[in-house]
């Protein structure tokens, strides 16, 4: 079946640090890639997405490009900033039912 | 602006209790799924729904029951028989049969026991 492995937490950054938050996946045929992120006690919010192999999904300075050779969808951002500190979920559509399968989550702190 | 609104965003169960969470969405979205979200072990799929009186077992099925009554609403019933309820509840929805288009997330539950 289909699986989403993401490299675990907690991540620890400094104000203005470059973040790489891996994301490899697992499925049959060409599914959609997502990036979301939880703030505390909040639900997820969509960071951005990807639909296709190449396709790169930008949002409020991250970014991530779908690698169908190497099957990842790495999150990255040049500068983070303090308000960025959340859990990042990765997470894929493989088609039937709109279902998606998620990551575990990677916790971002930022810290000044 | 239209979204997702879950109730209430507390909640406390005693045991040997059923309690119902509540899940409204005014999007227009015929797809309608719950998630519980422990620590650590991201999000697992409890039901999901594609259409008004339709709805299946997700992963982690055993101990709830919802319905689909109407387009709008998804209610999640946390029945005694689930012996480890506390937990982050989520729910979401989509358009059908769409899967480059994203789900969208209530703000949750958090149900805990007495």
């Known amino acids: 079946g289909d699986s989403v492995t993401q490299m675990e937490g907690p991540v620890t950054l400094s104000e203005e640090a470059f973040l790489t938050i891996n994301c490899t996946y697992t499925?049959?045929?060409?599914?959609?890639l997502f990036w979301y992120v939880q703030y505390p006690g909040e639900g997820l919010q969509l960071l951005l997405k990807a639909t296709k192999a190449d396709d790169k999904g930008s949002n409020k300075g991250f970014e991530a490009t779908y690698r169908k050779e190497t099957t990842s969808f790495h999150l990255e951002k040049g500068s983070v900033q303090v308000s960025d500190s959340a859990v990042y979920f990765c997470a894929l559509n493989g088609g039937g039912g709109n279902k998606l399968t998620f990551g575990t989550g990677t916790q971002l702190k930022v810290e000044l | 602006d239209g979204g997702i609104t879950q109730s209430p965003k507390y909640l406390f169960r005693k045991e040997g209790q059923n309690v119902t969470l509540s899940c409204e969405q005014n999007?227009?979205?015929?797809?309608m799924y719950w998630y519980r979200q422990d620590p650590g072990q991201g999000l697992r799929l409890i039901y999901y729904?594609?259409?008004?009186?339709?709805?299946q077992k997700g992963d982690i099925a055993e101990g709830y029951s919802v319905s689909r009554e109407k387009k709008e609403s998804f209610p999640l019933t946390v029945t005694s028989a689930q012996k480890n309820p506390t937990a982050f509840y989520l729910c979401?929805?989509?358009?059908?049969?769409?899967?480059?288009?994203?789900?969208?997330f209530g703000d949750g539950t958090r149900l805990s026991i007495l």
């Open positions: 999007l227009n979205h015929d797809a």
């Open positions: 729904s594609q259409i008004v009186n339709d709805f």
């Open positions: 979401a929805s989509s358009i059908r049969d769409r899967e480059i288009e994203p789900q969208h």
């Open positions: 499925a049959t045929g060409y599914p959609s």
